[in-house]
């Protein structure tokens, strides 16, 4: 079980090398040129698998880099998601938040967990999210348009990354793996409508303006927010502008070229360029997709003590520790933490003033069995800094309202583990 | 926190401010490509498509400057600080041949001299024309597009038009959003933000080219020449790679056996040697005081790397359409419209040639060349797309005769193709442009309050020696010279000046000082606690007990403890 995935990790270790990314575009040009080669050769399949092939092997050189749950600890959002569903895995009980005393947040990999797929997999949503929505780009032209050169043109320019440079929605489906379920329903809808004669002429109809306000949607989306989810619904209405309009192109290279074979030659320069100044070709997810370093540079040392606490505390266990910690203890320790990971959420935790009470009574070394038993906090966690609690005070040694801490795990690079005892 | 227009930016929402110009601009040009529908003979269509590129560059320009606290650039980049302090020196009326080094020949003179004379001599008003120029520059640049292609080209009723898309092409189409991830970032920002006075040199490129299209005797060759030469005045560089370009003019020209090759020949070997001729001083002052004759170990680039795509194919179908508008402006009917294409040919062919300039550690000066790429990939996909888009429309409405809103219809077509490939729409400086968020922190008090006391005390004529890593700090915030700094090359006489600095610093030999204060007008001298480069065991406290030295500034900030002596003369009591 564990050959795997030290080989991932030596897979990892090589592709993470920026030295690789020169050779990689190298590759993806080479994808390219054969792509578009075989398209004016009049191999249209070909060119569209070798495009397809090049596009996946571009992804999969940044996916397969991205270690622990994309976004975890970097946006607040994402990190509230991953933390429900490591929380929804295995603790106890599973009906609540991953904040002790909060209910339970719904996103698509925390309703994964629950539903029984493991949270081995649910880390790899994201990556799986991402290839899904290249496959889709692919399959829909084909799926949608009945003539086979010209759903080729059309997927084969979308396995480009479409015909505006450098705009591509992977980071958003990487970041938010649901827009893929709301673009597959989008298409479902699409294949429906497109059953109906009526629309299909009312599309033909009204198609400069359908392209003007697709372009105009996609350029205010981008336009009301850089980033994110707007990039993705820019992508997706330009990409349904392609898929409406690419036949154009075909025919505007006809005119211009005045014969098939030279039309040929002029869409397979275009798409040669289409690959080539494509967002595949151009990602960089360490530069463009937040959380993507912190994902592929997992943290050794914060590791050792979460699989600790992972492995040896109860499903039910609330583990008390700095809000710093409260993420982390969540998603890959799987136990419910007393403290949102940011203050600004502190407001929509109950009983704030009490639980920030109780973690300074376990720093001074004495937490009541009151308030630890109010929020049912089992351990505490301190990291390197955090000053250890000290010994029991002679005086209060024999006060049975206060709870003792025993430690159970140590390291060198000084995180300690404690359960709270009540005594006896 | 006030910005260079005098607005207070406290409490800002810069997203909104970003958000509401992006916006605005996506509004303006669909509603421009509305308006444009309707031209019937290309005039007004074009004058839409300019006014859309003038919108732009001053919606992207206003976005990334007035969240700022300061100059764009501050905190953040060496060569902008540098322009600050030449600008600075020449404001206060010493000579613009010269740097913030004292009496050190300087390589680019054109730009400070321009800089203080709109700013009228006054340094104060330096900072606010740094923050004008480059939306002046970015417009003047749309202008003399414009100008010149629709003066070089025959008259045609798609001429407007086909000069108002080159011109926007060349000013909004030269970059991509993910260019800030990339080796060279982003071609506007750190083109038209960060140098205009290197945008200058793009300015004078087209009028440059319609002289010489234009030129058909000596007089007007040598005119050439003399335009060619005010490239060279501007940016050197850029005069560089337009003579570059005029070659591939000539060799295409005898290579397609051209009529006129003789007169192409002549006419482009004439200009090319009256500007040799006027700018040859400059260029042996370039030659003998830097070394660009020499290989170096930070211009070798491995033979793999991503160079030879960078250049044409991250801008991905654009380059294909510049293909074809620099295929079709050579095939038209100008002759500008053959230098010009030969221009955007002769760009990629050189850029293609840095991987193997980097075998020899002769891959100088790529942002340059990437960006001058960038500029002629830009100009030619705007033309490109409209041609296409005309082409095609002719075509499907029947056949190469024009029909009353053809033109009209292509352009707004053409419009809104571009518009979310056009800057202005995507710009979010948070996000893309390092500069734009280092300069929206205000100055560190260990440079802003020594600079301020430097300003208001000093002499105009006091020249500073010390710390040469503060020595940019003191030209650029507190207009002063300075005897050596590290930003700049070494003037020649660099040993003597290291000997007087020497002797200010380790209490040395009269002379020196004398020479110092003679030759140089050597003031003040300035450390700080961190250590110097060229000195790093000497402290502020041991320049407190030299004789010749009186503290006249001493603080301690939270980074750093900052001391101002002054330069006692021999004889003279402090």
């Known amino acids: 079980m564990m050959a795997p995935v030290s080989f991932l990790d030596d897979v990892r270790a090589v592709l993470s090398q920026s030295e690789l990314v020169p050779a990689l575009r190298a590759v993806l040009f080479l994808f390219g040129f054969f792509g578009a080669l075989a398209w004016a050769r009049r191999r249209f399949g070909l060119s569209v698998f070798l495009l397809a092939l090049g596009g996946s092997a571009g992804l999969c050189f940044w996916l397969i880099q991205i270690d622990s749950p994309l976004g975890l600890g970097v946006d607040p959002v994402i990190t509230r998601e991953w933390s429900q569903a490591g929380v929804n895995s295995a603790a106890e009980p599973r009906s609540m938040g991953f904040v002790w005393g909060t209910t339970a947040e719904w996103s698509l990999v925390a309703a994964l967990v629950s539903a029984g797929v493991p949270l081995g997999f649910v880390h790899h949503v994201p990556q799986i999210a991402v290839l899904g929505g290249f496959v889709l780009t692919i399959l829909v032209p084909w799926i949608l348009i009945r003539n086979r050169a010209r759903a080729a043109w059309t997927a084969a320019l979308l396995a480009g990354g479409g ?262 | 926190m006030m910005n260079l227009f005098g607005v207070a930016i406290d409490g800002l929402d810069t997203s909104a401010l970003l958000a509401a110009t992006r916006v605005t601009f996506v509004i303006v040009t669909l509603l421009g490509a509305w308006l444009a529908r309707r031209d019937s003979d290309g005039r007004s269509g074009g004058r839409i498509v300019f006014w859309i590129g003038v919108a732009g560059h001053s919606l992207a320009w206003v976005a990334t400057m ?33 740097t913030y080094q004292v009496n050190h020949l300087h390589f680019e003179p054109l730009w400070p001299l321009l800089t203080a004379l709109a700013s009228g001599f006054d340094v104060d008003a330096v900072p606010r024309v740094f923050q004008w120029s480059p939306l002046i520059v970015g417009l003047a640049l749309l202008v003399s597009i414009r100008f010149a292609w629709t003066r070089g080209q025959n008259p045609s009723e798609t001429r407007e038009a086909e000069a108002a898309f080159a011109a926007m092409g060349a000013l909004l189409l030269v970059a991509v959003p993910g260019d800030f991830a990339g080796a060279f970032r982003n071609p506007w920002a750190l083109t038209f933000l960060l140098k205009p006075n290197h945008a200058l040199g793009l300015v004078l490129v087209p009028l440059a080219a319609l002289t010489l299209a234009r030129a058909n005797s000596l007089g007007t060759r040598l005119f050439a020449g003399f335009v060619l030469q005010l490239v060279g005045w501007a940016f050197v560089i850029h005069m560089g790679l337009f003579v570059g370009g005029l070659v591939v003019f000539a060799a295409l020209s005898w290579m397609t056996k051209r009529t006129e090759r003789t007169r192409d020949l002549i006419d482009a070997a004439t200009a090319v040697g009256a500007n040799l001729l006027i700018v040859s001083p400059y260029l042996v002052m370039l030659v003998v005081a830097y070394p660009f004759l020499e290989g170096n170990d930070a211009y070798r680039i491995s033979f793999f790397s991503e160079r030879p795509f960078e250049g044409p194919l991250r801008l991905g179908p654009l380059f294909a359409l510049s293909a074809f508008g620099a295929w ?101 400086p948070k996000i893309m442009d390092q500069y734009h968020v280092a300069a929206r922190t205000p100055l560190p008090d260990w440079v802003a309050d020594p600079a301020r006391f430097i300003r208001s005390t000093t002499s105009r004529e006091a020249v500073f020696a010390g710390d040469r890593g503060y020595a940019k700090w003191i030209a650029a915030y507190g207009a002063r010279r300075v005897l050596l700094a590290n930003a700049l090359n070494l003037p020649n006489d660099f040993r003597r000046r290291i000997e007087i600095e020497t002797a200010l610093l380790r209490d040395g030999d009269q002379s020196l000082l004398q020479e110092g204060r003679d030759r140089y007008g050597i003031e003040y001298v300035l450390i700080t606690s961190n250590p110097m480069e060229q000195a790093p065991d000497i402290t502020i406290d041991m320049l407190k007990e030299r004789p010749h030295l009186a503290a006249v500034y001493d603080r301690q900030f939270r980074l750093a403890r900052v001391a101002i002596f002054k330069v006692i003369q021999p004889g003279r009591k402090p």
């Not at chain 1, 929605?169 to 109906?196: E, H, T, W, Y």
């Not at chain 1, 275009?270 to 592929?296: D, H, I, K, T, Y």
């Not at chain 2, 905190?75 to 041949?97: C, I, K, M, T, Y």
């Open chain 2, 66 to 98: 007035f969240p700022l606290v300061g100059v764009y650039g501050m905190n953040a980049s060496q060569d902008r600080e540098n322009h600050l302090g030449w600008a600075n020196v020449v404001a206060l009326g010493f000579s613009p041949l010269h």
């Open chain 2, 328 to 428: 079709r402006a050579y095939h038209g009917e100008g002759r500008l419209g053959r230098i010009l294409a030969s221009q955007w040919l002769a760009a990629h062919v050189m850029w293609q040639a840095f991987p193997l300039l980097g075998l020899v550690g002769h891959a100088r000066e790529q942002d340059e060349v990437f960006y001058w790429c960038r500029f002629w990939t830009g100009l030619f996909a705007g033309v490109g797309v409209w041609r296409a888009v005309l082409m095609t429309m002719r075509q499907v409405r029947g056949g190469r005769g024009t029909r009353p809103g053809t033109i009209g219809a292509a352009t707004a077509l053409s419009l809104t193709l571009l518009l979310p490939s056009l800057l202005p729409s995507w710009w979010d």
């Open chain 1, 163 to 424: 015909l505006w440079p450098d705009l591509s929605g992977f980071g958003a489906l990487a970041l938010k793996p649901s827009l893929l379920g709301i673009a597959c329903l989008g298409i479902g809808l699409a294949v429906l409508a497109g059953r109906s004669l009526g629309l299909r002429r009312a599309l033909r109809s009204h198609d400069t303006g359908i392209a003007v306000g697709l372009v105009g949607l996609a350029a205010l989306a981008r336009a009301f927010q850089s980033g994110g989810g707007a990039d993705a619904v820019a992508w997706l209405g330009l990409a349904l502008l392609t898929l409406l309009q690419a036949s154009r192109l075909r025919t505007a290279a006809r005119l211009m070229s005045g014969s098939s074979a030279g039309a040929r030659r002029l869409e397979s320069v275009l798409l040669l360029c289409v690959f080539c100044g494509g967002s595949l070709f151009w990602w960089n997810p360490p530069r463009s997709l937040p959380g993507f370093l912190e994902a592929r540079d997992k943290s050794v040392t914060l590791g050792k003590p979460l699989r600790f606490i992972s492995e040896n505390t109860p499903p039910e266990s609330v583990i008390l520790a700095s809000p710093d910690y409260s993420a982390p203890i969540a998603a890959l320790a799987h136990r419910r933490v007393l403290f949102a990971p940011r203050l600004e959420d502190e407001a929509t935790i109950p009983g704030p003033p009490r639980r920030a009470r109780l973690l300074a009574q376990a720093h001074e070394g004495r937490p009541t069995v009151r308030l630890a038993g109010l929020f049912s906090v089992t351990h505490l966690l301190l990291g390197p800094g955090e000053p250890t609690p000290p010994l029991p005070d002679p005086a209060t040694e024999a006060d049975l309202d206060v709870m003792s801490l025993a430690p159970i795990y140590q390291d060198a690079k000084d995180f300690r583990v404690f359960r709270l005892v009540k005594k006896k």
